[in-house]
C-alpha cells in the first residue's frame, strides 16, 4: 500500500504526520519505506536520522545539436511548448532550464542533428532509518524541473508492506508527480484562513486524478469548524485531528520524533494509521 500525504501549503505538519506514521507502522511490526519527495525542501530525515547507504547523481536528458548537420528547419523549436530549443537567426540555442525532456525535437529533426545528453540535476540518497528504508532527492539549488527526481525517488525499487510518500506541499507538478499512482491521499491542514483555502485547491487536484482522500486537521485546538463543514459537505473523511501542542511545537524544533518524545503521540498516529487504511480499502 502506498500512502501519499500531501497539503495545499507548507507549515502544515506534513512532515511530521508523514514521519510519525511511518515510525507506528514500523513499530507495529510493518514493512515500511519513507520516500521524501519534497526535493527542493527534503526534511524527513532530521526526524528519522537514516543511515544513507548509497548516493548517485540524477540527471535529466537535454538536447545538443550538432551544427555542422543542422539545417535550421526549425521543426525542433516548432515541436516544444517550452521554448526550450530555438532557432534563433543562423543558430539552433537550447535552454536546459526548461527542458521537460520529451525527446520531440530528437524525433521531428530530418538531419539527425540532435542527440540528448544527461545534465545533472541533483542527488537519490538511500538508506536505512531502523527498520524503515529510506530514500530522498536533493534538487541541485536553481534548478526549475523537479519531477524527474521525484520519480528517481519513486522508482527506488523498495518492496515493502506500506509505502509512505512525503510530498511536496501546493497543488503544481512536483505534488501531482509525487501523489500520483498512490492507493490513497491523505491531506494535511491547518484551521487558518489560508489552510483552509488551499486545502480546497488540494482537493481538486486529488479528485482530478481520480484519487481516494481523506484530511487530518493539525493543531486543530485553534479552531476548524469551516474545515469540518466543508469535508461533510463534500463527503470527504476527517480522519483525526491533532491537537495544537506547545511541547509537540518544541520537539519539532528539536528535530525529535513526536512518537519518541510524547508516547501519547503514539495512539494518535496509530489510530490514524488504521483509519487511513479502513477508508482506503472501502
Avoid at 547523481?57 to 548537420?69: F, H, R, S, T, Y
Wanted: net charge negative.
Amino acid at each position: 500500500m502506498q500512502i501519499a500525504i500531501a497539503s495545499g501549503k507548507g507549515g502544515t505538519g506534513k512532515t511530521t504526520v508523514a514521519t510519525n506514521l511511518a515510525w507506528v507502522a514500523s513499530h507495529n511490526g510493518r514493512k515500511v519505506a519513507y520516500l521524501d519527495c519534497d526535493v527542493e525542501e527534503p526534511n524527513g530525515h532530521i526526524f528519522l536520522k537514516p543511515e544513507i547507504t548509497d548516493r548517485k547523481p540524477v540527471g535529466n536528458l537535454i538536447p545538443q545539436v550538432d551544427a555542422e548537420k543542422c539545417t535550421l528547419c526549425g521543426k525542433c523549436g516548432d515541436i516544444c511548448q517550452y521554448s526550450a530549443i530555438v532557432r534563433v537567426g543562423k543558430k539552433v540555442l537550447t535552454y536546459p532550464e526548461l527542458c521537460h525532456a520529451c525527446g520531440g525535437c530528437l524525433l521531428v529533426c530530418p538531419e539527425d542533428a540532435i542527440t540528448e545528453v544527461s545534465r545533472q540535476i541533483g542527488m537519490l540518497e538511500t538508506g536505512q532509518a531502523g527498520t524503515i528504508q529510506f530514500a530522498h532527492g536533493l534538487l541541485n539549488v536553481g534548478e526549475a524541473m523537479s519531477p524527474p527526481l521525484i520519480r528517481a525517488v519513486k522508482s527506488t525499487g523498495f518492496e515493502e508492506d506500506l509505502t509512505i510518500v512525503d510530498a511536496p506541499p501546493g497543488t503544481s507538478c512536483p505534488v501531482i508527480e509525487a501523489v500520483r499512482g498512490a492507493d490513497f491521499v491523505l491531506l494535511v491542514t491547518e484551521p487558518t484562513p489560508f489552510g483552509f483555502h488551499d486545502l480546497k485547491l488540494a482537493v481538486e487536484m486529488v479528485r482530478a486524478l481520480k484519487l481516494p482522500l481523506g484530511v487530518v486537521l493539525n493543531r486543530a485546538s485553534l479552531g476548524g469548524r469551516e474545515i469540518h463543514a466543508y469535508c461533510t459537505a463534500q463527503r470527504i473523511p476527517l480522519l483525526r485531528e491533532i491537537p495544537d501542542d506547545r511541547k509537540l511545537a518544541e520537539a519539532y524544533s528539536r528535530g525529535v520524533m513526536a512518537c519518541d518524545a510524547l508516547p501519547e503521540y503514539q495512539t494518535i498516529f496509530a489510530a490514524l494509521l488504521k483509519a487511513v487504511t479502513a477508508t482506503s480499502a472501502v
